[in-house]
């Protein structure tokens, strides 16, 4: 299972990665009045890969019944968004983009370490 997670996990950052040089070498040529939105891709790329991640530690969790777990985990990261927008998007696009990825990051380790928790439980 891990060598299975490590190249499925290989596989999503190099398409995030390709997806970000895409967006660098095509936006400008084909769509320069949005040219200034680029830097936006970094942040977006980084959650659309924890996106991906959390994608394929969920499937583990499914499998073995543990919805709720999931429920939990994606309500309070939601929550945890919510208050973060309330917050900090009066400040910058930037500061939004960047909330997207914090609440990734937040709900991709928990889900991650409930999967792994409950792989090794079921694999014993």
């Known amino acids: 299972i891990k060598a299975q997670q490590s190249s499925m996990s290989k596989v999503y950052m190099l398409l995030s990665l390709l997806i970000v040089a895409f967006a660098v070498v095509v936006v400008p040529v084909f769509f320069p009045p949005y040219s200034l939105s680029i830097k936006y891709f970094i942040p977006l790329a980084i959650y659309g890969f924890g996106v991906c991640q959390y994608l394929l530690y969920c499937n583990y969790l499914f499998y073995y019944g543990q919805n709720k777990t999931i429920m939990y ?52």
């Open 73 to 124: 985990i994606t309500f309070s990261s939601s929550l945890i968004h919510l208050v973060l927008s309330l917050f900090l998007t009066k400040y910058s696009l930037m500061c939004t983009a960047f909330i997207y990825v914090i609440t990734q990051i937040y709900i991709v380790a928990f889900i991650r370490f409930k999967s792994n928790e409950i792989i090794r439980l079921k694999l014993k």
